[in-house]
């Protein structure tokens, strides 16, 4: 089996057959995905089944059934994509435990940017947004359960509803019919994910909702945000346009608008945890919230509306009682020296900010001077603080008698910072407890100011540099 899943990915090659210039077999949406067309001959149709080592599949089987005999013994299941075209496709997660795969998916003939791009291409929590519909395509029925509908198709024979949320089945989520349109109800958290509806065993796209995302094969996606956060406004009954602008929209001064609710303007968001700084543009002119009593000074002579979500973080800086302003700058806020201000309290400086899991740099602006703390929990970087929530992954580094006297790791879960995250010295090695997001994250480790790949990891890929970065994959 460990010998057929490295043939599947290493073999990911681009045939042309005579149907078009197609790849027939390839990585997306977290699948590995061979696509067959039933115009094919006999002859073709057995050769690509053996090319990929999937002899137990039966071309009439799959075209006429989806029935993939024996392969399904092997997690292969068959959807039909077109008219004449059969996907049959296996969950790439079920296999990145073995360390044959890693190695695999790292070979350049293998699709990992498209691999990377589609296994973040999915439900996530940590991307905000709102809904944009033609039609109503969705409604809340509970706090936790969300209807969805499709509009028209009143003579189809069945319609599925498959997305993020069900692994794409093919079946699972029958939809029913209320003579009017289709609908199916689901339990979803809070975030962003993505649907399509399969019609009679075609597939299509929701063409009632606005947002779509690329789905990596030669269509899209619809996307839906289940939402956490609702700005509202009362009043302004001869308003125009009513925008909310803040931090988790980059001060976007003209695409989140609110719509007009009986005496008030609302917007329904998802926001992953965080705190977040905001103010509505009511005809061009910035307010803060009337409704929120947290409103603060940004540093700069400005005053925002604060919002926090989720559980926060006290960042507290000892002494400094003679100082005039301390803000914080961390990667959580673009390092600005400004926008998140300390407050005073008799032995420091404080502030509560809500953070994602995640690993921060960060450091405390004392009256435009920056300053570093001295504790444990906060190790320092070159000139920063590092802060990590929701450790779940140990790095660690082993050399001979650990006669290396300083070794950090650092990689795409800490935007490569120069400085990396200082690991400790163990009996097991130099140790540090990280957040690694979900999917491939490159790491290496930094040994005595030498960049050195992970001597116990045989995956990797190369870089820019030619000198290769090591590879990790995270499954949720």
């Not at 509806?197 to 947002?211: E, H, R, V």
């Not at 001295?374 to 920063?384: E, T, V």
Request: proline fraction near 4%; aromatic fraction near 14%; charged fraction near 20%.
């Amino acid at each position: 089996m460990e010998k057929r899943v490295v043939a599947y990915i290493g073999w990911l090659c681009v045939l042309f057959a005579a149907c078009g210039r197609q790849p027939i077999f390839e990585v997306k949406q977290g699948l590995m995905v061979l696509r067959v067309d039933d115009r094919w001959s006999i002859a073709h149709c057995d050769s690509v089944f053996q090319q990929y080592d999937l002899t137990c599949l039966q071309r009439d089987a799959l075209f006429e059934d989806l029935n993939t005999g024996s392969c399904a013994q092997e997690n292969w299941r068959a959807r039909r994509r077109g008219k004449h075209t059969v996907e049959v496709y296996k969950f790439i997660e079920k296999e990145l435990h073995d360390q044959d795969m890693h190695r695999a998916l790292s070979w350049p003939s293998a699709d990992s940017a498209s691999l990377e791009a589609t296994m973040s291409n999915a439900f996530s929590n940590d991307q905000p947004g709102y809904n944009s519909t033609k039609k109503v395509c969705f409604e809340a029925v509970s706090d936790s359960v969300t209807r969805f509908y499709l509009n028209g198709f009143q003579k189809a024979k069945t319609v599925v509803l498959s997305g993020s949320f069900n692994n794409w089945s093919v079946s699972a989520f029958r939809m029913q019919s209320d003579g009017d349109r289709w609908y199916y109800d689901v339990q979803l958290p809070c975030g962003r994910h993505e649907y399509k509806f399969i019609i009679d065993g075609m597939w299509y796209q929701d063409t009632d909702n606005l947002l779509r995302t690329d789905d990596h094969a030669d269509g899209y996606n619809s996307v839906y945000f289940k939402t956490n956060t609702t700005f509202r406004i009362v009043g302004f009954p001869l308003g125009r346009k009513i925008i909310v602008a803040g931090s988790f929209n980059g001060w976007d001064e003209a695409s989140w608008k609110m719509k007009r609710n009986d005496d008030a303007w609302v917007l329904d968001v998802f926001l992953p945890d965080g705190t977040y700084f905001y103010k509505f543009i009511c005809d061009g002119e910035w307010l803060i919230d009337p409704a929120n009593t947290d409103a603060v000074d940004d540093g700069d002579g400005n005053v925002n509306s604060r919002l926090t979500i989720g559980t926060p973080t006290r960042f507290y800086l000892p002494g400094y009682q003679q100082a005039n302003q301390v803000a914080l700058a961390g990667s959580f806020n673009e390092f600005q020296n400004s926008g998140v201000m300390l407050r005073r309290d008799g032995g420091g400086w404080y502030v509560d900010y809500a953070l994602r899991p995640g690993n921060y740099l960060f450091r405390f602006i004392v009256d435009g001077r920056p300053v570093l703390i001295d504790d444990a929990r906060y190790p320092k970087s070159g000139d920063c603080n590092v802060l990590i929530i929701g450790a779940n992954h140990t790095f660690t580094f082993f050399n001979k008698n650990n006669t290396a006297k300083a070794v950090a790791v650092s990689g795409d879960f800490v935007q490569w910072f120069p400085a990396g995250i200082p690991m400790h010295l163990t009996p097991m090695g130099y140790q540090v407890d990280v957040y690694v997001p979900p999917g491939k994250s490159r790491y290496k480790f930094i040994v005595d100011g030498d960049w050195v790949l992970d001597p116990a990891n045989p995956a990797y890929e190369d870089n820019e540099f030619n000198t290769g970065n090591s590879i990790l994959w995270k499954v949720n």
